[in-house]
């Protein structure tokens, strides 16, 4: 399995209350980037999608990318979403988080270039807003 940026992936997204923890349901993420730390491990830095109204209302203006039902369809998937850019999670890439990641549904659907450099260019311009994101999810990287 190669991990691509531009990849919606199926995994554990961390939930808020509980952020170094596998969250207790599946969720399609969006794949930003791999990572290596200071210590040499790797990392998936991804992003979180959603069709709920309510947390789509809560991100913070100019901080999400939406992608229409159209869109969505294009790229195999079925129904419109938002990215969340500043709801990130920094995780292992290991079964514990992506439990099918070894399988080849794993990848869910690909963004095409433009959709992956409107997304990069969002990202870099909420880490010039807020240097510190305001919600970073997934286990202790110190």
Sequence with gaps: MTWQRGSFIDCFFPFAEHPARP???????????????????????????????RMIQAIPEGLSVKISRANSV?????NAFTIDVHRLALLPPAKEWFPDMERPHFIIAMADERLRDAITKRYDAMRTMIPSPAVRLGPSVT
């Design 23 to 53: 969250g207790p349901m599946r969720h399609i993420a969006y794949l930003q980037t791999m990572v290596r730390l200071r210590r040499g491990e790797l990392r998936a830095l991804v992003m979180l999608t959603t069709t709920s109204p």
């Design 74 to 78: 294009a790229m195999g998937m079925k």
